[in-house]
């Protein structure tokens, strides 16, 4: 079982930045890919970015070069940090985990992905 609990959302203006976290715990083994998705009100949920257990990172092309994904293993902690953030950065972030290693942006998809958070609130003003 894993468990996985995001932390970090709010409100900011258009160009602010936030960080958010993703606490897990729970089996090691089953979040050897973890990732953010997001979703707007009337909107598919959708991919932001994924990380693999060595680090490496994977971005939509909506987000890659404003934001960054990062891991501390030792805390069982995920971060996504956001910079130059837009109105339409607005959504839910779900943090997401899988045993398997993903390694290409196409596989970031939802059912792809075996645990879920409950989802922490961003909300980008102009």
């Known amino acids: 079982q894993v468990q996985l609990v995001e932390s970090g959302g709010g409100s900011v203006q258009s160009g602010g930045s936030l960080r958010l976290s993703c606490a897990a715990s729970g089996d090691t083994t089953s979040r050897n890919t973890m990732a953010w998705f997001r979703q707007a009100p009337g909107k598919e949920r959708e991919g932001v970015g994924f990380i693999n257990g060595y680090g490496k990172t994977w971005y939509a092309d909506s987000v890659k070069g404003r934001f960054t994904i990062s891991r501390d293993n030792a805390k069982n902690t995920m971060y996504l940090e956001m910079n130059s953030l837009k109105p339409e950065d607005t959504a839910m972030y779900y943090c997401?985990?899988?045993?398997?290693?993903?390694?290409?942006?196409?596989?970031?998809?939802?059912?792809?992905?075996?645990?879920w958070g409950q989802g922490t609130q961003v909300t980008v003003s102009s």
């Open positions: 997401a985990a899988d045993g398997r290693w993903i390694a290409s942006i196409r596989s970031l998809v939802p059912q792809n992905f075996g645990h």
